[in-house]
């Protein structure tokens, strides 16, 4: 089976997911209601639950069980790790991990001009999300944290330290996007392949979060999913585009991840109830759809893509 490798890495993420509620039975009389633990946390700490990994960090200590959402978070990589070290590849390790190099093969001063076109483009769509929220009736304002001297470190934070995106790029562009591309599949095909996968990944957090139970089956179905499928398969041509742009470092991935998932609320400040439902998840994706538009019209199918 010429695809062999990324079906049992997908197969691993769905079995390295069902560990968690294993390890909440063992550990915590099988409760997943992390949103109650996060908020004790919160609560003792002072600190609010982001998705800030130096915050979840400090969280983790005083509430150890929010590591198993963090463990979930890297599942991906986990499950590409395992994935490798079961394989007889020459060199395997170093070129998994040589991804974490900024710019592999690319001089500093064409990857900081990628890098300064990644930021203002993705805090322009951010901007224009927040605009088309306004303008079609969304409740959304921003938050206090974008005034004043600390909004540029804050975006520097979303960008580089957002769990969702440091923990599980690794996986999803780290490997079983290059994996793919480099056995010959059309990297538009990829990226959209992988944000399918990486969409329906989520679909276990929904079930076992209270999503589904939240919002109905068929709205579900209908509403919610597709439109978090449209978002996760945008930022996956998007972050498909920038890595393949700069020689296949998972880095840009981040940023595209980091920044997109909008920890700070440049799109309109949301609670987690807000953002996990049909009209946050679609009003963000289409102006990244249209982003992603773009980048094809410059790039063709290939999206950047040289096989080294």
């Given at each position: 089976?010429?695809?062999?490798?990324?079906?049992?890495?997908?197969?691993?993420?769905?079995?390295?997911?069902?560990?968690?509620?294993?390890?909440?039975?063992?550990?915590?009389?099988?409760?997943?209601?992390?949103?109650?633990?996060?908020?004790?946390?919160?609560?003792?700490?002072?600190?609010?639950?982001?998705?800030?990994?130096?915050?979840?960090?400090?969280?983790?200590?005083?509430?150890?069980?929010?590591?198993?959402?963090?463990?979930?978070?890297?599942?991906?990589?986990?499950?590409?790790?395992?994935?490798?070290?079961?394989?007889?590849?020459?060199?395997?390790?170093?070129?998994?991990?040589?991804?974490?190099?900024?710019?592999?093969?690319?001089?500093?001063r064409q990857s900081l001009g990628v890098y300064t076109e990644?930021?203002?483009?993705?805090?322009?769509?951010?901007?224009?999300?927040?605009?088309?929220?306004?303008?079609?009736?969304?409740?959304?304002?921003?938050?206090?944290?974008?005034?004043?001297?600390?909004?540029?470190?804050?975006?520097?934070?979303?960008?580089?330290?957002?769990?969702?995106?440091?923990?599980?790029?690794?996986?999803?562009?780290?490997?079983?996007?290059?994996?793919?591309?480099?056995?010959?599949?059309?990297?538009?095909?990829?990226?959209?392949?992988?944000?399918?996968?990486?969409?329906?990944?989520?679909?276990?957090?929904?079930?076992?979060?209270?999503?589904?139970?939240?919002?109905?089956?068929?709205?579900?179905?209908?509403?919610?999913?597709?439109?978090?499928?449209?978002?996760?398969?945008?930022?996956?041509?998007?972050?498909?585009?920038?890595?393949?742009?700069?020689?296949?470092?998972?880095?840009?991935?981040?940023?595209?991840?980091?920044?997109?998932?909008?920890?700070?609320?440049?799109?309109?400040?949301?609670?987690?109830?807000?953002?996990?439902?049909?009209?946050?998840?679609?009003?963000?994706?289409?102006?990244?759809?249209?982003?992603?538009?773009?980048?094809?019209?410059?790039?063709?199918?290939?999206?950047?893509?040289?096989?080294?």
């Amino acid at each position: 089976m010429k695809y062999r490798s990324f079906n049992i890495y997908y197969l691993l993420t769905f079995i390295l997911l069902g560990l968690i509620p294993v390890l909440a039975m063992v550990f915590n009389d099988g409760s997943m209601d992390f949103d109650a633990i996060a908020a004790r946390a919160s609560k003792a700490t002072g600190l609010a639950w982001t998705s800030n990994l130096l915050v979840v960090l400090r969280l983790i200590a005083y509430e150890p069980l929010l590591l198993l959402l963090l463990l979930g978070s890297l599942v991906p990589a986990l499950a590409a790790i395992l994935t490798l070290a079961f394989s007889n590849r020459e060199r395997k390790w170093s070129n998994f991990f040589g991804r974490l190099h900024p710019a592999k093969g690319v001089n500093w001063r064409q990857s900081l001009g990628v890098y300064t076109e990644i930021f203002l483009l993705l805090l322009f769509g951010l901007l224009v999300t927040f605009g088309f929220r306004k303008l079609t009736g969304g409740h959304y304002e921003w938050s206090e944290n974008l005034f004043g001297w600390h909004l540029i470190p804050s975006i520097l934070i979303i960008a580089f330290l957002d769990q969702g995106a440091i923990l599980e790029e690794l996986g999803w562009r780290g490997y079983a996007t290059p994996e793919l591309q480099d056995q010959g599949m059309n990297p538009l095909k990829v990226a959209l392949a992988i944000g399918v996968c990486w969409g329906l990944w989520h679909v276990p957090r929904d079930v076992t979060t209270g999503v589904i139970e939240r919002l109905g089956w068929l709205p579900y179905l209908l509403l919610y999913l597709p439109s978090f499928l449209l978002g996760t398969i945008t930022v996956s041509i998007i972050a498909s585009f920038y890595m393949n742009k700069l020689g296949g470092s998972v880095i840009p991935a981040i940023v595209v991840h980091g920044i997109t998932n909008d920890a700070i609320g440049l799109s309109g400040a949301a609670s987690i109830v807000e953002a996990l439902t049909p009209y946050h998840q679609i009003t963000r994706a289409i102006p990244f759809a249209i982003m992603a538009g773009i980048l094809l019209v410059r790039s063709g199918s290939q999206l950047c893509y040289q096989k080294v």
